[in-house]
């Protein structure tokens, strides 16, 4: 995976998606590589530290405690209270979606890192205002993705789903990650690592395909990142 700038998409709204940034932002930065995430829009889970819980689980998966960045919210430049898609967060908070806001905050982080992932909200067509979705988003940002899937009864189905919009809507499929976590059932899901390895080997041969190793995340303890830690 080169360096460059990102987008996490996921195949549903619990794909793992904050797991799967953080988990390869970590990789990256263990290999000394300059590289932060950024959170697209967060719907509810603000932290008691006033952080995205988003960013919190990142930077407690990378192991790195908060940033300058995440503190002056940089890294998640658009927060809303009530956890739904974020067309409908918004009407709620009664206001609008600030696309500039985030774009600038890409800007400068792109400029400052040498890898940025930035973490969607939910998957493709999840409405951000009236008709435009986030794969219109993507597609006026010309932003590579890295697509969040599992082995969980009907990945496969998702998955394809997910690749075939990014075809058709010409955006770059730069890497597939299976996520282990949710390996519950050890059959289906070594099934549908191979199925899902075999498409995409034959219809997207320039993506990657990487298997994200399952950490114990409900028991990565997120209070612990360290506010303190930032100079």
Known sequence: MKAGVYFVTGIDTDAGKSYVTGYIAKELLQRGESVITQKFIQT?????NGISLDINIHRA?????LLAEDLDGT?????????????LAAVI???AIDFEAIKRSTELLSSKYNTLLIEGAGGLHVPLKGSYTTADYIKDNNLKVIVATSGKLGSINHTLLTLEVCKSRGIEVAVVAYNQYFAADKVINSDTFEYISSYVKKHFPECDIIEIESIDIDNIDIESVDVESVD
Do not use: L
């Open 44 to 48: 509810g889970g603000v932290e008691p």
């Open 61 to 65: 998966i990378m192991g790195c405690g």
């Open 75 to 87: 890294t998640a430049p658009e927060i809303f209270s009530y956890p739904a898609s974020p067309h």
């Open 93 to 95: 908070d009664d206001r």
